[in-house]
């Protein structure tokens, strides 16, 4: 039976405190029943812990290092207890990582010095990485053209590039994670988002951010996919249940 995937949610934040359960019974009798919940630090990787426990076995986990969160003083200890948490823990992907020039640019060195030791660790462990891109597109090419290898795949998360930088993801083997924004009237993915193969697609909220029309601007919640499976329906021109099952199928692959 296909279900719907949230490749990408923090359910562990704050906004989640109140009312976890209703949000993941909700999202449930929306068809929404696997939630993949990325790390930023690890000042919640026992929130995390907890949650999965709780809910198995809907929710799974990744860990990394969110490069917004790569400080000079810090970083190289969050990279040891990344690799601890791989030793101890079942994780689906490292994630989630990658360069943000959005919010400091400062770091961009360190932040791609925390990439590549990351990239190389999902290698060693076989693992999908799952890469956060923000304003820094070709920055985050020029590091996969020196560490891509047949075995590394994963996710671009919340992608919102144009259709050649599409291309170019898709060729180092990478799949687009598609979320609210294709719903914005000013996202202009869903220009050209009908040309890439439903294949090299996921299905992702980034809850609590990033909520599709008709919630822009409120908290997002992994039963909102619905919108983005029907703007996609739309956009590709077939069933509901297929953009589902397809994207079911791609995510369950990845891991």
Same mark, same amino acid.
């Given at each position: 039976?296909?279900?719907?995937?949230?490749?990408?949610?923090?359910?562990?934040?704050?906004?989640?405190?109140?009312?976890?359960?209703?949000?993941?019974? +909700?999202?449930?009798?929306?068809?929404?029943?696997?939630?993949?919940?990325?790390?930023?630090?690890?000042? !919640?990787?026992? +929130?995390?812990?907890?949650?999965? *426990?709780?809910?198995?076995?809907? %929710?799974?986990?990744?860990?990394?290092?969110?490069?917004?969160?790569?400080?000079?003083?810090?970083?190289?200890?969050?990279?040891?207890?990344?690799?601890? *948490?791989?030793?101890?823990?079942? !994780?689906?992907?490292?994630?989630? %990582?990658?360069?943000? /020039?959005?919010?400091?640019?400062?770091?961009?060195? $360190?932040?791609?010095?925390?990439?590549?030791?990351?990239?190389?660790?999902?290698?060693?462990?076989?693992?999908?990485?799952? %890469?956060?891109?923000?304003?820094?597109?070709?920055? $985050?090419?020029?590091?996969?053209?020196?560490?891509?290898? *047949?075995?590394?795949?994963?996710?671009?998360?919340?992608?919102?590039?144009?259709?050649?930088?599409?291309?170019?993801?898709?060729?180092?083997?990478?799949?687009?994670?598609?979320?609210?924004?294709?719903?914005?009237?000013?996202?202009?993915?869903?220009?050209?988002?009908?040309?890439?193969?439903?294949? +090299?697609?996921?299905?992702?909220?980034?809850?609590?951010?990033?909520?599709?029309?008709?919630?822009?601007?409120?908290?997002?919640?992994?039963?909102?996919?619905?919108?983005?499976?029907?703007? /996609?329906?739309?956009?590709?021109?077939?069933?509901? *249940?297929? $953009?589902?099952?397809?994207?079911?199928?791609?995510?369950?692959?990845?891991?």
């Amino acid at each position: 039976m296909h279900h719907i995937v949230d490749t990408h949610c923090h359910l562990y934040v704050e906004e989640f405190d109140g009312d976890l359960d209703e949000v993941i019974d +909700k999202s449930g009798r929306k068809g929404v029943k696997e939630f993949w919940l990325p790390a930023v630090d690890s000042s !919640y990787h026992l +929130k995390m812990n907890e949650i999965k *426990e709780k809910y198995f076995p809907k %929710i799974k986990l990744m860990v990394g290092l969110h490069p917004t969160y790569v400080k000079e003083e810090t970083y190289q200890k969050e990279l040891d207890l990344v690799e601890r *948490e791989l030793e101890k823990n079942d !994780y689906i992907a490292i994630g989630e %990582i990658g360069i943000d /020039l959005y919010w400091d640019k400062t770091t961009l060195e $360190i932040q791609k010095k925390a990439f590549v030791h990351q990239i190389r660790l999902a290698k060693r462990k076989k693992l999908p990485i799952v %890469i956060h891109a923000r304003e820094s597109y070709d920055e $985050i090419f020029e590091v996969l053209e020196k560490e891509n290898s *047949e075995e590394l795949k994963g996710i671009f998360h919340c992608f919102t590039g144009t259709y050649e930088q599409a291309l170019k993801i898709i060729d180092f083997g990478f799949l687009l994670g598609i979320g609210g924004v294709v719903t914005f009237k000013n996202g202009k993915i869903d220009q050209f988002l009908h040309k890439i193969p439903l294949e +090299k697609i996921v299905l992702e909220t980034d809850s609590p951010y990033l909520a599709p029309v008709p919630f822009r601007g409120k908290r997002n919640s992994p039963e909102y996919l619905e919108f983005v499976v029907g703007k /996609l329906s739309d956009l590709y021109g077939v069933s509901r *249940e297929f $953009i589902i099952e397809v994207t079911h199928n791609n995510a369950q692959k990845l891991i």
